[in-house]
């Protein structure tokens, strides 16, 4: 354990922690958008940012990704930290003006509107989507497509997504919902993209992507009729 | 040639090839970097040689002492032919003018008038290299050597000393002793940080992890500057030994070279230099006999600015898209494939050699408390001679701008010098006697950067600057982090505004306010410097700004929403110039009479104003 000062209190934190991690144990609130614990760093949104004094060198840091370290004094909320903040959020809005994960944050900081032109594009480029698919589900199915501003999630080439299994885990995962999932009649569509849904062999309900399943029995070495019936009838 | 296996090999064949060359024999260099390349150089050596056969001077003149070499830096006259021992130096030489430099100056030692360089004030006429104004305050170690080598020959590189240094460090020092000599000299990185480079080695030899890495960053991304293009091209050899040393010292078997994409000749050059170190056994197992091993990758750039940053460019040399990684452990302890790894600047490898060479004690008696040794500045703009310098840290601005780099042309005057790259800052005339050394540029809200110098004169407008800049910096952003990408968007766009007199009185505090939480919110050091330009133009040139945002007028002319063209009566002669070259007709009128221009069709593209002789153009 290491004992740090946030915010003016004395705080202990197992070694190798975040600060931001740190921080929520402390019941001190972070804003943040692009940090999941599933994945690893990344320090993109810039929300999570907070002041460090080490050694008498003062400098702003991404909490979701510098750690704790003997005798830290970190400021979550200095000025220099909440402009920061200020100017991301009304930074985000003008993409997303109206998510209400967003208008929270923005809310919280005291942010009433951006200064700035709405442009809306919706996505907020956390990146969680790309991740998960690659990090978590180990398939890479989307990815980033331009950069600076024209920067986007993608399929390639914009097409049907080849290695996507229709997992929904980018759908789930994304914090201001931009990725649009349904399912109707045994099909669910992700990524402009059909994708017929496994019939349980037993209740007849349909519970998971065909592909989903298959890449499972692939992934375990599962043998084939495995998955040929939902959770509740196995 | 086979390989040189021992110290005493290497001297030996050092005596070898010095011997074989006459001191008081004529050697005819020829720029072949690629400014002088584009303007026929090639061409020129071509017939030079041709000649010297039919005038039947083969004897007087051999071919190796023909030398196509990297560029010395006057790139504003070239293509440039200088001819040893006298160091006659041609400017602006083409191939017509080759018979009678061949006939008078090689075979007669004759001067030809024409092309010597005459003083645009004095009239003065300079023969000698060495005494031109241009090279006369600079101090060429590390350029100097680009006269007298031919990029391509590693002979040419050792007969003037080459690998000395090197052989010096395996044979007489401990690579502690070598890091000691490095942070002794107080060298600090020449890509922009200026972290001292022999703490970075130092780190990085006890650092824990195995391999470790050497690198060479010779991505140079900034606009306009061709430092380390000039170095790797014309003297490969001297980054290639700074480098051995430095792998030496830290302990390293593994080094790269990651050179910019748009920079063929740099990687030919360099591909080669390493094939004949190779051949001569400086690089490979058992180098020079002591038992140290170190080999060097060459590999191409990502082609984009971003790419030079360290944890994108180690992203791009691992097959990854060339993206910042947002860390806080040093590239010493975790740098390339998470191992101990030292980038250096390709200035910085080739300072190196001179400091084993030279000693730590000589290297920083040149310079300043803080900056020790040469800077290599890319001098470009509204600047009489246009060209790379190389000056002892602690000159001063004004220095550069008017001894060496004579001046602003055209009797206008000078409004700022632009230093440290796109993100760097402008600085104003009354600063020009600050000594330029990394802190005190800091000090000046610019930054020494890789060494790119932009002048700017009175037509320059500073909104439209810092708005160029900007641009420049929105397209070059990955786009991974919020500040960066969005906030430079949005600082141009209000930049776009008050260009186009649509600026509010708010605008300035909000960009004040953005520039810094841009500053201090963003991931790497492009987004945490990219603000630098609109900061430094509204501290120095705040007037300008008011003058768009308040009276919606634009002060240089430069911001076509604010300007209007006119035609002065008292000057007009009706020459019809302006008229003939108008793509718009908006200049219109009768030859002898009085022209007018009309403000409704007028597209401000100037050309009128260029065109005019007599001074009738007006821009209010
Ligand atoms: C956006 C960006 C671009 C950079 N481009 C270069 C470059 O082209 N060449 C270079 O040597 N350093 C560049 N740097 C600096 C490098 O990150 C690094 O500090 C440098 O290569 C270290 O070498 P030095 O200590 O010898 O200067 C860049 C930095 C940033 C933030
Ligand atoms: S949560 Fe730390 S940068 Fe996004």
């Given at each position: 354990m290491v004992t740090l000062t946030m915010d003016g209190r004395k705080i202990e934190a197992p070694e190798g922690a975040t600060l931001l991690k740190a921080a929520n144990s402390a019941n001190i609130e972070i804003p943040q958008l692009c940090s999941n614990e599933e994945l690893e760093h990344y320090g993109a949104c810039r929300l999570c940012v907070v002041e460090i004094t080490h050694k008498n060198r003062t400098r702003i840091v991404a909490s979701c990704i510098y750690e704790v370290a003997e005798g830290l004094e970190v400021n979550t909320r200095s000025e220099r930290v909440l402009n920061v903040r200020k100017l991301v959020i009304e930074l985000l809005l003008a993409r997303n003006p109206r998510h209400p994960s967003l208008l929270k944050i923005a809310e919280d900081l005291g942010v009433k509107k951006s200064r700035f032109e709405a442009e809306i594009k919706g996505c907020i480029l956390c990146g969680q989507c790309i991740r998960t698919c690659r990090e978590v589900v180990g398939v890479s199915a989307i990815g980033y497509e331009g950069r600076g501003i024209n920067k986007r999630v993608a399929t390639p080439f914009e097409e049907s997504p080849p290695d996507c299994i229709a997992c929904g885990s980018c759908h789930f995962v994304c914090p201001v919902d931009v990725i649009p999932m349904k399912e109707k009649d045994g099909v669910r569509n992700i990524w402009k993209t059909d994708f017929p849904l496994q019939k349980c062999e037993s209740c007849g309900r349909y519970f998971a992507p065909v592909k989903q399943l298959e890449y499972f029995r692939e992934q375990y070495n599962l043998p084939p009729e495995q998955f040929s019936k939902c959770t509740h009838c196995r | 040639m086979k390989k040189i296996k021992t110290l005493e090999e290497l001297e030996q064949f050092r005596k070898e090839i010095q011997a074989q060359r006459d001191p008081k024999k004529t050697v005819i260099s020829i720029c072949a970097g690629t400014g002088c390349l584009a303007l026929g150089s090639k061409k020129i050596a071509g017939a030079i040689k041709e000649e010297i056969q039919s005038q039947g001077l083969s004897l007087k003149v051999e071919l190796s002492a023909i030398k196509e070499t990297g560029c010395p830096g006057f790139c504003e006259r070239g293509p440039i032919v200088v001819i040893y021992p006298e160091g006659t130096c041609y400017l602006?030489?083409?191939?017509?003018d080759v018979p009678e430099i061949v006939s008078k100056t090689i075979a007669n030692n004759e001067i030809i008038e024409r092309l010597v360089y005459k003083d645009p004030d004095t009239k003065e006429r300079v023969v000698k290299d060495s005494e031109i104004p241009f090279y006369k305050k600079q101090q060429r170690y590390l350029l100097g050597k680009n006269n007298f080598?031919?990029?391509?020959?590693i002979e040419d590189y050792i007969r003037l000393g080459g690998y000395s240094a090197l052989a010096k460090a395996l044979s007489a020092m401990k690579p502690d002793e070598v890091i000691q000599e490095v942070i002794d000299a107080d060298l600090r990185g020449r890509g922009g940080g200026g972290f001292p480079a022999g703490w970075k080695w130092h780190s990085t030899r006890n650092?824990?992890?195995?391999p470790k890495y050497v690198i060479c960053n010779a991505d140079e991304g900034d606009p306009g500057a061709f430092m380390d293009r000039a170095l790797l091209e014309g003297n490969p050899h001297s980054v290639l030994e700074g480098m051995i040393i430095g792998a030496y010292a830290i302990g390293s078997r593994d080094g790269y070279i990651y050179v910019r994409n748009e920079y063929p000749l740099a990687v030919t050059n360099a591909t080669l230099a390493l094939d004949q170190a190779r051949e001569f056994g400086l690089l490979g197992e058992n180098i020079l006999g002591s038992g140290f091993g170190f080999d060097i990758k060459i590999m191409r750039g990502g082609g984009a600015f971003v790419c030079g940053e360290s944890s994108a460019l180690f992203a791009s040399l691992e097959g990854r898209s060339g993206e910042p990684r947002a860390k806080y452990i040093h590239a010493t302890d975790?740098?390339?494939?998470?191992k101990p790894t030292s980038l250096n600047n390709v200035e910085t490898w080739a300072n190196v050699p001179l400091i084993i060479n030279k000693g730590a004690k000589w290297y920083n008696g040149i310079g300043t408390e803080g900056s020790k040794g040469t800077k290599i500045f890319s001098l470009v703009g509204k600047i009489s001679n246009t060209g790379l310098v190389e000056v002892p840290m602690g000159i001063t601005l004004r220095e550069i701008i008017y001894d060496i780099g004579g001046g602003v042309p055209g009797g206008k005057k000078f409004k700022a010098v632009q230093t440290g790259g796109p993100s760097g800052g402008c600085i104003p005339a009354k600063h020009l006697d600050t000594p330029v050394d990394f802190d005190e540029l800091t000090k000046l809200g610019s930054m020494m950067g890789s060494g790119g110098m932009i002048v700017m004169d009175e037509n320059n407008c500073m909104v439209d600057v810092a708005n160029y800049f900007l641009k420049f910096l929105e397209e070059e952003s990955c786009g991974k982090c919020t500040p960066c990408r969005e906030g430079i968007l949005q600082m141009r766009k209000i930049l776009d505004l008050i260009t186009s007199g649509e600026g509010k009185e708010e605008d300035l505090d909000t960009l004040e306010w953005m520039g810094q939480a841009i500053i201090d919110g963003s991931l790497c050091a492009l987004g945490g410097s990219a603000p630098n330009p609109v900061i430094t133009t509204m501290r120095y040139f705040r007037d300008e700004y008011e003058a768009h945002i308040r009276d919606k007028k634009c002060p240089a002319g430069v911001c076509k929403a604010l300007i209007k063209f006119s035609i002065d009566p008292e000057n007009c002669t009706g020459c019809h110039l302006c008229a003939r070259i108008c793509p718009v007709e908006a200049a219109t009128g009768e030859k002898k009479e009085i022209h007018t221009i009309d403000d409704d069709i007028c597209?401000?593209?100037?050309a009128c104003y260029e065109v005019c002789k007599f001074d009738a153009i007006k821009i209010m």
């Open positions: - | 602006g030489v083409t191939v017509e080598i031919d990029s391509k020959s650092a824990e992890g195995d975790k740098g390339l494939w998470d597209i401000k593209c100037r």
